[in-house]
């Protein structure tokens, strides 16, 4: 109930939210995020990004989630730097994720495994992270998510 209370708190969809929210067309999807659901806007500009000359639009609206506090976005912004046909960048998409264990979801941590990258490239990734966490993420501050 905690965990589930933490990712609440910090933007992100349950298991189910998150399939649903997926499977919509990008104006439902926009029609949520307008609507104001923390999540909704992360899965829509996800979505925008991948987008045809969307590429940008969808990482600032993800941006601005991240800088909100929402940190569901930063897993947007690696999905989004991860799927782009035009942006595709493998070490920002691990630096995304690495500042979502940094700011506490200790399992984005598990998710930069699936990625399979180099040792060079998860270095890489963790000096992007570092200077991620000091310009991008700007004061927010650790919020460790419990594991139940």
């Known amino acids: 109930m905690e965990e589930a209370r933490w990712l609440v708190e910090h933007g992100y969809p349950t298991k189910d939210e998150q399939q649903r ?3 919509l067309t990008l104006s439902q999807v926009k029609a949520e995020a ?7 806007k992360v ?14 639009s969808g990482a600032l609206l993800l941006h601005d989630q991240a800088v909100a506090g ?12 991860w799927n782009s046909n035009d942006n ?3 070490v920002d998409s691990a630096a995304y994720l ?3 264990y940094l700011l506490g979801d200790s ?8 990625l399979k990258l ?13 200077s991620l966490l000091n310009t991008f993420a700007g004061g927010l501050q650790t919020s460790r998510r419990p594991l139940e």
């Open 118 to 130: 180099s040792q060079a490239e998860l270095a890489v990734a963790d000096q992007r992270a570092a």
């Open 70 to 81: 929402n940190l569901y976005a930063y897993y947007g912004l690696s999905e989004a730097y």
């Open 88 to 90: 595709r960048n493998l």
């Open 43 to 56: 899965v829509y500009a996800s979505k925008l990004s991948l987008e045809p000359g969307k590429f940008h």
């Open 21 to 23: 929210l997926k499977a």
């Open 34 to 40: 307008d609507a104001g659901s923390p999540s909704a």
């Open 107 to 114: 399992r984005a941590g598990d998710q930069i495994g699936t």
């Open 98 to 100: 690495r500042v979502a």
